[in-house]
């Protein structure tokens, strides 16, 4: 399996970004989610998405402003992310199991994935 995330950037406090994480490799029925790790924190999960039937799960400090969502045609799984804070800033990685790992584990998914991709940065900044 091979993750790439892209689409990281600076933004303003309050503004929107997406960013997109392209999957291959599968040869099954799988779950992509993201995590973040701010500057001196320990990582942190943000969401999970299953391939089958589109169950999502989010951490708590995103619900409601993040929304994950998935391009089946293109093996690309989105993160939106609105009404963003200075405390949203991190890197921001893809990871990816199978299904199951996200609906038993949801946002914390990615402690128990086994396919990680590099990461990509986003600053919230004014």
């Known amino acids: 399996v091979q993750l790439q995330a892209s689409g990281g950037g600076l933004v303003q406090p309050g503004g929107s970004l997406r960013l997109s994480c392209a999957a291959s490799?599968?040869?099954?029925?799988?779950?992509i989610g993201w995590f973040r790790q701010a500057p001196g924190k320990a990582r942190e999960g943000v969401s999970c998405?299953?391939?089958?039937?589109?169950?999502?799960y989010y951490g708590d400090s995103v619900k409601g402003r993040f929304t994950i969502s998935r391009d089946s045609a293109k093996n690309t799984v989105h993160l939106q992310m609105t009404s963003v804070n200075p405390e949203d800033t991190a890197v921001y990685y893809c990871?990816?199991?199978?299904?199951?790992?996200?609906?038993?584990?949801?946002?914390?998914?990615?402690?128990?994935?086994?396919?990680w991709g590099r990461g990509t940065l986003v600053t919230v900044s004014s």
């Open positions: 990871a990816a199991d199978e299904e199951y790992v996200c609906s038993k584990y949801g946002a914390r998914f990615w402690r128990y994935s086994g396919s």
């Open positions: 998405i299953t391939s089958s039937d589109d169950q999502s």
């Open positions: 490799g599968f040869t099954s029925d799988y779950a």
